[in-house]
């Protein structure tokens, strides 16, 4: 797992773990968040796996998995005491497993957009425009050019018009590389 780290740890200031959502990697999502952070905290901005530059051959594909791997960067950064953890989006689940599985390790969590107490009655009520976590799953993580067109149309202001779908086959085809 890829991690953005200080160059030296300072035992005076506390720990922070900024963990990103759905995006191209930590910095896409933080990198107006660093500078001001950086003065007050040790800041660790890990790439979850399977965004950035982190990847594993492992199959599990979990928020608790991704949980697990954060905490093992953090030992491998050999940062000992408690950690603060802010997650936004799906990086809200990760927190939120981290701090279920490692009580001793965070201290405060604070989540961002992350709907953890989501629950299928909500989709089922019309909270979302989906009808199930798995309809969500499809569009998020596209597998064909219609639901990448779907994607781009719910994550757009102003989609673009018209995008052929050879273009979003190569799109799916390289992400599914990784």
Known sequence: MH??????????KPTLVLIHGF??????????FIAPLKSKFNLYVP???FFGDSYTTRPER??????RCVAAVMDAQRVSG???????????FVAYSMAAQFPERVGRVVLGCAGVCLEE????????????VDEAAEILLPQTPEKCRQLLRLSFY??????P????ADFIEVGNKF
């Open 3 to 12: 991690c953005w780290a200080p160059k030296t740890h300072n035992q005076s």
């Open 23 to 32: 995006g191209a990697n930590a910095m896409w999502q933080f990198n107006d």
């Open 47 to 49: 790439d979850l796996l």
């Open 62 to 67: 979990s928020e608790s998995f991704q949980a």
């Open 82 to 92: 408690t950690m603060d953890v802010m997650g936004l989006s799906y990086g809200g």
């Open 121 to 132: 009655k909500d989709m089922e009520d019309g909270m979302f425009q989906v009808k199930s």
């Open 158 to 163: 102003k989609p673009p018009p018209v995008t």
């Open 165 to 168: 779908s050879c273009f979003l």
